[in-house]
């Protein structure tokens, strides 16, 4: 089942929309502020974020700029709710790497189309990328799979070779946004902005996707432990990445071997 959490302050529109999507067939987790949403996020890893702006003890753009930092909810669609809806404000969230934005009130129609737009959207990448993950194990790889990758994974956007160039260099390392940003010289705001702008993708998504192929190619072709190839690829936990692999391929990294 789809699961949606819901951050907003206000009880009234939190039920609201929690009764709206269960109605619909979701199952909605709900949080009543930005820091429990965030731990909320980390626990259940939802399919979709939705989140007010104003709220007590962290607003929307805290919460939104934690989760992006962490690579285990980088991916998360996430969809701003605010009564604010001025050019300056909806650019903000925006840039901040939100994925819709919707002003209130809205419809519970047109909560429910941006919900299935974006879930459509994620669902778009994560098939594009299970296609070229095949393709990077079915091309003439070397030992380290690094120059097929290369050609696959990382779309060619001239504007952004130093970054992918990076990513390519450190993905089996503890890295994400802001050691990207410093690589490149950017700000890790401006960076977002510029990457998902060009690719429709976040920074983690590309280090994501980059560790995945090595992943795949490792369990196909070597012996490696599972947490023996967690490790080389730069998981710092084990169920770190158990999770993002079931994020990505629906099934486990010894079920994937096994098939």
Not at 22 to 29: L, M
Request: glycine residues 6%.
């Amino acid at each position: 089942m789809t699961k949606i959490l819901v951050i907003e302050d206000e009880t009234e529109s939190r039920d609201i929309f929690l009764d709206s999507l269960e109605a619909e067939g979701f199952e909605a987790i709900a949080a009543e502020n930005g820091l429990v949403g965030i731990q909320q996020a980390q626990e259940h890893l939802p399919d979709l974020v939705l989140c007010d702006i104003m709220m007590p003890e962290l607003d929307g753009y805290g919460v939104l700029n934690t989760l992006r930092q962490n690579p285990l909810t980088a991916t998360i669609p996430f969809i701003f709710l605010s009564a604010k809806s001025s050019k300056t404000e909806v650019r903000q969230g925006m840039k901040l790497g939100a994925d819709d934005y919707l002003t209130k009130p809205s419809t519970v129609e047109e909560l429910l189309e941006a919900i299935a737009t974006r879930l459509e959207k994620q669902a778009t990448v994560r098939n594009w990328y299970t296609a070229q993950s095949q393709s990077v194990e079915t091309s003439n790889i070397t030992d380290t799979g690094k120059t097929a990758a290369l050609h696959f994974i990382f779309p060619d956007c001239p504007q952004l070779s130093k970054v992918f160039d990076f990513i390519e260099a450190n993905y089996d390392q503890s890295i994400g946004l802001d050691e990207v940003a410093q690589a490149v010289g950017y700000s890790p705001a401006y960076l977002t902005s510029q990457v998902k702008r060009l690719t429709g993708q976040t920074v983690n998504r590309w280090i994501v996707a980059r560790r995945m192929a090595e992943v795949c190619f490792l369990l196909r072709e070597t012996d490696q432990s599972v947490n023996q190839i967690a490790e080389a690829v730069g998981y710092q936990t084990e169920g770190h990445f158990f999770r993002q692999f079931r994020q990505y391929h629906g099934t486990t990294p010894q079920a994937w071997r096994e098939a």
